[in-house]
């Protein structure tokens, strides 16, 4: 494999100060404020439309933030550490007529590689990810889930400290989505920073380290995905019944419920209603078992923006 | 700038291996080349009579009073062998480099419309006149000369300087003066001509000239400007709407500022087009070489041509860019393709107007007028002299120009690259375009 990026000491890979966006009139991003702590994988999480890829943009320096401050690898702007960040956009964007090879080579010159060195970087990349065979091929040429592993190698081909995903598991069946997760991790594991953006829970809760929940532009949770989870523990609780269960969900201290095996997962509108809501089962059905459970990344998820939204 | 070296590096490549690539080398080369291989005979006919190129010199000779290019003459000759006399002065004419000349004798037709079968012999391309020598031509008898229906004045006046010439020796030897003295007398004057232009104009300036040549650089730089504009400006513009529709944009914009990627598809552009340039001139010079026309290519003028064509391009290549950035299918793109088109492509439209008015209101406005400067005043240079004062305002106003425009565009480039669906309209780029 190529040499490991040389990382620095730094304590935070990177810092949003209150970073607003708005686009005519209609906030995007709203006195976003963060710290990514080198390092670690961190997951912006969040429903469609949350902002999620406006920030990364402005991370990117793609976007200029309306109001804020934006310090990347130590820098006041992304612009002077381009070569240190490895960006792979929600939507891939590969030249579609050019060879797998050639775009590998130009993308890594751009982020700073000479040319030779691109180009053997490159070969090992493809032998990696299993494209060694397609690289005199077009790109148009590959299928979904090879164009995936080709954007992939392009965005850490020059082994940057920093790497930023915007939704890399999207439309990838279930092998390749494994895949992204063991080129993930090995990435944290060599040392690097993750900047994971997705709204796939089950990938997050695998990968994260911490993250931080964006809805309508805004903060809702930021954390380790611990603290995340206590602060959403009270509200978590789960129930073997008997008898018609269907009324659960309409109940007004619920706000989710999830059958699991022979288990109901029931989300709590607010972490001290668990005693109001076995008083409410008790008397409609027969409560065989009844205990407060550390609540899925996924539940923490849908509670938080349930509550926001409300 | 090396990012910008290697997206016009890429740029570069993409363009070269285009086909508008190709057919901007072969189109304007091919055209050239007919052009050379057809006209070159008149050219160097117009060098040789006078017509040459600005600042060449040449000696006349008596011989060369008799200058003409190859004609052929039928003569009827009742005139006591004043025919024969011609034959012998176009004959030394040949020997010293004169044109040919061939001279074929013929009775008068004999039927009821003789008139008409000499008509019908010039018609047929036998002969570019037939001349009839009368009996007493010594005395002042007129000649008389037929010509094919259209006037041709090279043939009437060979036959005119040649029947005057044998006329005048026939003359001379009725009055007993030896050869000698007569070869004295008869003999003209030598004579320098040399082309005078007015200091510092160039170098078409001052011909006053409308011949094939002259305008042979201002063809071939509309047509270079043409394809530039249509060909290889038409393929930045897809190959961008392509690169914001596979999302490549975003890729390259974190590892490149947008200034940095309009600059590098600008400069890609221009060098494809400069390459293009050079690939047609060479081949063009080469045959021009060929057919003995080299020196009849001005370097002024090719200086020129290259300096308001690499401007020229900046100028169309930065709107390109900055529209592209705005479209993201092809039919927003057409909708901006015509308006930009005529503004550049002005010049066409007015051709005629210009190159017979080249010193006219219009031609100087569109000469100044950044977009429609550089074929404008290639024109103008090909056929008058055009003052160095306009000259300068209009390369200094083109270049200001480039420099305003790049600038803009580029904002334009960095708001509009990545916006999808309805383009803005005019009024809205222009903001973009002055917001810093």
Known sequence: MCKQAELGALMDALVLESVTKAFDGVCAVEGLSARVPAGCIYGLLGPNGAGKTTALRMIMSIFRPDEGRIEVLGQRSVREAKDRVGYMPEERGLYPHAKVLEVLVYMGSLKGMAKAEARSCAAEWLERVQLTEWAERKVQDLSRGMQQRLQFVATVLHEPELVILDEPFAGLDPVNQNTVIEFILQLRAEGRTVLLSTHMMEQAELLCDRILLLNEGRKVLDGTLDEVKREEEASAVAVVLEGETDFIADLPMVSDVTPSGKELHITLVQTDQEQELLKELIGRVRVRSFRVRTPTLREVFVNAVSQQNA | ?436
């Not at chain 2, 650089?217 to 914001?244: D, S, V």
Request: hydrophobic content about 50%; some cysteine; glycine content about 10%.
């Open chain 2, 1 to 436: 700038m090396r990012r910008t070296f290697l997206v016009a590096q890429r740029e570069f490549a993409v363009h070269a291996r285009s086909r508008f690539f190709l057919l901007g080398v072969l189109i304007p080369t091919v055209l050239m080349v007919i052009g050379i291989l057809v006209l070159g005979d008149d050219v160097n006919e117009a060098r040789r009579s006078g017509g040459a190129p600005q600042g060449e010199s040449r000696r006349t000779r008596p011989a060369d009073v008799l200058s003409w290019k190859h004609v052929k003459l039928i003569v009827t000759d009742y005139g006591d062998g004043l025919g024969r006399e011609m034959s012998q002065i176009a004959q030394r004419a040949a020997v010293h480099g004169g044109p040919g000349l061939t001279l074929t004798f013929a009775s008068m037709p004999t039927g009821d419309e003789p008139k008409q079968e000499i008509e019908q012999t010039l018609q047929d391309g036998m002969a570019d006149g037939w001349l009839v020598i009368p009996v007493n031509v010594l005395e002042g008898v007129p000649a008389t000369f037929y010509s094919a229906g259209s006037f041709d004045s090279s043939a009437q006046n060979a036959a005119f300087a040649l029947l005057n010439r044998a006329v005048l020796n026939a003359r001379l030897r009725e009055s007993g003066l030896p050869a000698d003295e007569s070869s004295r007398l008869t003999k003209g004057a030598d004579m320098t001509c040399v082309a005078v232009e007015p200091e510092g104009t160039g170098g078409a300036a001052g011909r006053g000239q409308f011949n094939a040549m002259v305008m042979g650089y201002a063809w071939f730089f509309m047509f270079f400007m043409f394809m530039g504009i249509f060909g290889l400006g038409q393929h930045m513009l897809t190959g961008l709407i392509e690169e914001k529709n596979s999302r490549v944009i975003e890729v390259l914009l974190s590892a490149v500022s947008p200034q940095e990627l309009m600059a590098g598809k600008v400069l890609g552009l221009a060098a494809a087009g400069l390459t293009a340039l050079a690939a047609c001139g060479a081949i063009v010079a080469a045959v021009a070489h060929m057919r003995g026309l080299i020196e009849s290519i001005d370097v002024s003028i090719v200086v020129l041509f290259v300096v308001y064509y690499v401007l020229g391009f900046l100028l169309a290549s930065s709107i390109f860019a900055a529209v592209g950035s705005v479209c993201s299918q092809l039919k927003d793109m057409q909708g901006f393709m015509l308006p930009i088109s005529l503004l550049f492509l002005a010049p066409v439209i007015a051709w005629w107007h210009l190159a017979s008015n080249p010193d006219g209101l219009l031609a100087v406005l569109l000469s100044l007028f950044p977009p429609t400067a550089p074929m404008a005043m290639v024109l103008r240079v090909s056929v008058a002299h055009v003052p160095a004062m306009q000259m300068g305002l209009s390369l200094a106003l083109l270049a200001l120009a480039d420099v305003a425009v790049l600038k803009g565009a580029g904002r334009i480039f960095r708001t509009g690259i990545l916006m999808y669906g309805k383009p803005p309209r005019l009024r809205e780029m222009l903001r973009w375009a002055r917001s810093d």
